[in-house]
C-alpha cells in the first residue's frame, strides 16, 4: 500500500512569492490533515479535511493561506504572497475514522525556504 | 483538549531499555493516548496506543497508570537508530478529536554507542 505522497519535496522561493503544496493521502482515507513544522518545534495543524470538507481551518492564516481538496481525494495548499516566517516543513498527513482508531499517516513534507 | 507534558531530552546508551513518560493530568473518558516517532527530515510515524492498562507491540510498550493521568512508552534495547523524536498524544479518535492538538516539542531521544 503506498503512503501518503507529497510533492515537491523542497521548495525555495523568494518573499511575496506563491507557492503551492501537493498531497496525495493514502487510498481510503477520509481525513486530510496539513501540518506546519518549524525548526525544532512539533507539527501544528493547520487544516482538517472530512472528504472535501474543511471541518477545521481555525489555524490556517486565511489572510495568505488557502487549502482545496477536490472531489475529497489529492489536496493543495498554497501560500501567497509568502513571507520570510513561512520558510518551514508543511507536512500532510491522512486517516481513517472507521479503522484503526484514526491513526494518522504522514508523508515526508515539503521544506519550504523563502529568501 | 488533554494537554500533554513531556521530558525535552533523554540520553541512552545502546542496549538499554527507555522509558519516556507523558503527564496529561485532564484526560477525558473518551481519550486515547497516541506516541509517534520522527526521523529527521521524515513525518511522524505511529508506534503505539492505547487507552488503558498495558500495550505491547513489536515496537514498544505502554504502560498507563489506572488514573489515566500518565503513560509512559518503554522502548527495550534501544539502538542508535532509535535515536529522534517521540510525541505523545491525548484525543478521541472517534469524534475527530486530534483536531486541535499540537504535538508538542517532544521528547529528543539520543541513544550514545
Known amino acids: 500500500e503506498a503512503g501518503v505522497v507529497q510533492s515537491p519535496r523542497y521548495k525555495i522561493i523568494e518573499k511575496k512569492q506563491p507557492v503551492a503544496f501537493w498531497c496525495n493521502p493514502i487510498?481510503?482515507?477520509?481525513?486530510l490533515y496539513w501540518y506546519r513544522q518549524n525548526l525544532g518545534q512539533g507539527p501544528e495543524l493547520l487544516i482538517r479535511?472530512?472528504?472535501?470538507?474543511?471541518?477545521?481551518d481555525s489555524q490556517l492564516p486565511k489572510d495568505r493561506f488557502s487549502a482545496e481538496r477536490l472531489k475529497g481525494v489529492d489536496s493543495t495548499l498554497k501560500i501567497q504572497p509568502a513571507e520570510l516566517g513561512d520558510s518551514a516543513v508543511y507536512l500532510c498527513a491522512s486517516s481513517n475514522r472507521g479503522r484503526a482508531k484514526n491513526i494518522q499517516y504522514f508523508g515526508a513534507g515539503t521544506r519550504l525556504s523563502v529568501l | 483538549l488533554a494537554k500533554t507534558t513531556q521530558p525535552i531530552s533523554m540520553d541512552s546508551y545502546e542496549g538499554q531499555e527507555v522509558n519516556i513518560t507523558c503527564s496529561h493530568n485532564n484526560i477525558a473518558t473518551n481519550d486515547y493516548i497516541t506516541w509517534y516517532q520522527q526521523f529527521p527530515s521524515q513525518g511522524p510515524r505511529f508506534i503505539i496506543q492505547?487507552?488503558?492498562t498495558k500495550v505491547t507491540n513489536e515496537v514498544a510498550s505502554l504502560f498507563i497508570p489506572a488514573d489515566r493521568k500518565s503513560s509512559t512508552l518503554s522502548l527495550p534495547r534501544v539502538s542508535l537508530s532509535d535515536t529522534a523524536v517521540y510525541y505523545c498524544?491525548?484525543?478521541?479518535?472517534?469524534?475527530?478529536?486530534?483536531?486541535?492538538?499540537?504535538f508538542g516539542t517532544g521528547t529528543k531521544l539520543q541513544v550514545i554507542p
Open positions: 479535511y472530512e472528504n472535501e470538507e474543511a471541518v477545521d
Open positions: 492505547g487507552y488503558k
Open positions: 487510498s481510503g482515507h477520509n481525513t
Open positions: 498524544l491525548v484525543g478521541d479518535p472517534n469524534s475527530g478529536g486530534y483536531q486541535k492538538v499540537t
